[in-house]
């Protein structure tokens, strides 16, 4: 089956850092998405993607839909610690609205 | 107002019990899912439901059995539970015009014991 590799696996970084951070497919996806969890809480919605070479913003997170649509990437500039967590990506082939999940980069900001 | 919520939060039992989660949407949708978190984070689908119809079907064992008695309601049955279904079990919901946007409920922590 369809597999999203997310690295880096997690990262410890400082208050203010900016933070990358990717995803890649074996197969091509034709919408991808990025969620946050917080701990005890279930997944929401950051930034939606629906077009190859797409960029959106949604006020310090940046992602980008890949050229060869398997990829995509996060951005997230002036980390605050309300940012820890773990980021999804998800990506969907449009089929019965199916949504295959990455392997999750959990992010720590330290002060 | 909570949009996706599952009852209960958290569910402790012996194995070979069968118990059962709630999952309701007041969203309006008119599709609902049932992922499955284990202990490394990985969300992966189980189940999902349209207009109470099944449409995506994973593979699951037979011990897990989804209803749908309504569109704004997807509950989930587990018979005969073992230990490795200890998880966090999450329930979704989204508009069929926009598939991909799923909002989540807070998840139902089973453990087994």
């Known amino acids: 089956g369809q597999q999203l590799n997310q690295s880096p696996q997690s990262m410890f970084i400082q208050e203010g850092e900016d933070v990358s951070m990717n995803c890649t497919s074996s197969?091509?996806?034709?919408?991808w998405l990025w969620y946050k969890q917080d701990p005890g809480e279930g997944p929401v919605l950051l930034i939606a993607?629906?077009?190859?070479?797409e960029l959106t913003s949604n006020g310090r997170l940046t992602a980008q839909f890949g050229i060869t649509r398997k990829d995509s990437f996060l951005n997230i500039s002036a980390s605050i610690p309300s940012d820890v967590g773990i980021y999804f990506c998800?990506?969907?082939?449009?089929?019965?609205?199916?949504?295959?999940f990455g392997t999750g980069t959990r992010l720590q900001v330290t002060l | 107002d909570t949009a996706v919520s599952q009852t209960p939060k958290y569910l402790v039992t012996q194995m070979g019990n069968d118990k059962s989660i709630k999952c309701e949407q007041n969203?309006?949708?008119?599709?609902m899912y049932w992922y499955k978190q284990d202990s490394k984070k990985f969300l992966k689908i189980m189940f999902s439901?349209?207009?109470?119809?099944?449409?995506i079907n994973e593979t699951v064992p037979n011990r897990f059995s989804p209803k749908s008695p309504d569109k704004a309601h997807l509950n989930l049955h587990i018979n005969s539970l073992e230990l490795g279904d200890s998880a966090v079990y999450f329930c979704?919901?989204?508009?069929?015009?926009?598939?991909?946007?799923?909002?989540f409920g807070p998840g139902t922590r089973l453990t087994v014991l």
């Open positions: 439901y349209n207009n109470k119809e099944l449409i």
């Open positions: 979704a919901s989204s508009q069929s015009g926009s598939a991909d946007t799923q909002y």
């Open positions: 969203l309006g949708h008119d599709t």
């Open positions: 993607l629906y077009k190859a070479g």
């Open positions: 197969s091509i996806f034709n919408t």
């Open positions: 998800a990506g969907s082939t449009g089929t019965a609205s199916k949504l295959t």
